[in-house]
T-cell receptor
Framework: GQQLNQSPQSMFIQEGEDVSMNCTSS?????WLWYKQDPGEGPVLLIA?????ELTSNGRLTAQFGITRKDSFLNISASIPSDVGIYFC??????????FGAGTILRVKS | NAGVTQTPKFRILKIGQSMTLQCTQD?????MYWYRQDPGMGLKLIYY???????DKGEVPNGYNVSRSTTEDFPLRLELAAPSQTSVYFC?????????????????FGPGTRLTVL
């Protein structure tokens, strides 16, 4: 089946540092989504990408839809303690289904 | 506008017991989903529904059942709980299906139910 591979699996960074994470697939996706899950909560959509090469920002977050349509990147600039959580990439799979990556766990040292 | 609500928040079951996880949305969404989240495994789709009276299996449906008698409610039933069903369960809803360049396909998630089967 379709799979999304996220890396890194986890990150422990200093407050103020920039963060980069990515998501790759063996098959083409026509939409890339980035969700964030706060501890004890459900995932919330951060950014949606709909076109190859698209670069979209949401505050300190910037995501890019890879030109091959098989990858996507999420960057967080000047991290703060509330950035802690799990970041998931997702894309539409076969049928009415969304495929999720395993997530990148972000921890921030203040 | 509460969005997606789930009950209970936590539950401990004994092996072989049954229970229903409740999910309600007040956004008049046609599409509803049940996922389970295991550590390091992301979210796996259990069942989904494209409207009242219509349900279909996701990636990991074994051991679960669903029904959709109304637009708002999408309960998930475990008939014979097993330790492998220990997980966090999330319900989600969207106006339209995944894919395409529509903001209406955004899935909104509930806060989750943490289930332990001992």
């Amino acid at each position: 089946g379709q799979q999304l591979n996220q890396s890194p699996q986890s990150m422990f960074i200093q407050e103020g540092e920039d963060v980069s994470m990515n998501c790759t697939s063996s098959s083409i996706f026509n939409t890339w989504l980035w969700y964030k899950q706060d501890p004890g909560e459900g995932p919330v959509l951060l950014i949606a990408l709909y076109k190859a090469g698209e670069l979209t920002s949401n505050g300190r977050l910037t995501a890019q839809f890879g030109i091959t349509r098989k990858d996507s990147f999420l960057n967080i600039s000047a991290s703060i303690p509330s950035d802690v959580g799990i970041y998931f990439c997702a894309g539409p799979g076969y049928g009415n289904k969304l495929v999720f990556g395993a997530g990148t766990i972000l921890r921030v040292k203040s | 506008n509460a969005g997606v609500t789930q009950t209970p928040k936590f539950r401990i079951l004994k092996i072989g017991q049954s229970m229903t996880l409740q999910c309600t949305q007040d956004m008049n969404h046609n599409y509803m989903y049940w996922y389970r989240q295991d550590p390091g495994m992301g979210l796996k789709l259990i069942y989904y529904s494209v409207g009242a009276g219509i349900t279909d299996k996701g990636e990991v449906p074994n051991g679960y059942n669903v029904s959709r008698s109304t637009t708002e409610d999408f309960p998930l039933r475990l008939e014979l709980a097993a330790p492998s069903q220990t997980s966090v369960y999330f319900c989600a809803s969207s106006k339209s299906p995944p894919g395409g360049s529509l903001s209406t396909n955004t899935q909104y998630f509930g806060p989750g139910t943490r289930l332990t089967v001992l």
